[in-house]
T-cell receptor, first 114, second 113 residues
């Protein structure tokens, strides 16, 4: 019954590889997000989708490409992984109608690039 | 643009003592304010939020926060902490009409037995 679930929880990969992280929410929310948490715990928004439409696209290398097949799913694909991509990636969801009052976060995906 | 400053990166507190974690925000418009907690190796959990109305907001686990518009602050308090409160605490702000939730750099609360 997890509200926002991410897979995988841990991901260890070599530089130059391509990898994907998947996120699904069962809260009926219409907006989903990707956040990156670096080694100093700083959280920065990367992308946001509302009903499959990209609404936030921060300054992120174009090696990162989000995809939202429907409003319950948001995936993150990363090409040509670099050491600096190592971080914890959090997916979150909220509901636009009513003012985005509650953001619910997943438990994170710890990506380690070696 | 909105921003959040958490003045203390680490706060050590003795068990059963009170604690205050400080948060100041900057925004040119009205805001919504949030506190999240992150336990080790876990995701973020909402502690409490200020949307409107009473400036004193009560949250889960005995935490409360006070919105002070004149000082642009939203400090988090607990009258008596427990070992289980050891975690990273994040203050966050969102402008009216904006989808983006901006986080502070976090405060690590360490409880000393």
């Amino acid at each position: 019954d997890t509200a926002v679930s991410q897979t995988p929880k841990y991901l260890v990969t070599q530089m130059g590889n391509d990898k994907s992280i998947k996120c699904e929410q069962n809260l009926g929310h219409d907006t989903m997000y990707w956040y990156k948490q670096d080694s100093k715990k700083f959280l920065k928004i990367m992308f946001s989708y509302n009903n499959k439409e990209l609404i936030i696209n921060e300054t992120v290398p174009n090696r990162f490409s989000p995809k939202s097949p429907d409003k319950a799913h948001l995936n993150l694909h990363i090409n040509s992984l670099e050491l600096g991509d190592s971080a914890v990636y959090f997916c979150a969801s909220s509901q636009r109608a009513g003012g985005y009052y509650g953001y619910t976060f997943g438990s994170g995906t710890r990506l380690t690039v070696v | 643009a909105q921003s959040v400053t958490q003045l203390d990166s680490q706060v050590p507190v003795f068990e059963e003592a009170p604690v205050e974690l400080r948060c100041n925000y900057s925004s040119s418009v009205s805001v919504y304010l949030f506190w999240y907690v992150q336990y080790p190796n876990q995701g973020l959990q909402l502690l409490l939020k200020y949307l409107s109305g009473s400036t004193l907001v009560k949250g889960i686990n005995g935490f409360e926060a006070e919105f002070n518009k004149s000082q642009t602050s939203f400090h988090l308090r607990k009258p008596s902490v427990h070992i289980s409160d050891t975690a990273e605490y994040f203050c966050a702000v969102r402008n009216f009409g904006n989808e983006k939730l901006t986080f502070g750099t976090g405060t690590r609360l360490t409880i000393i037995p």
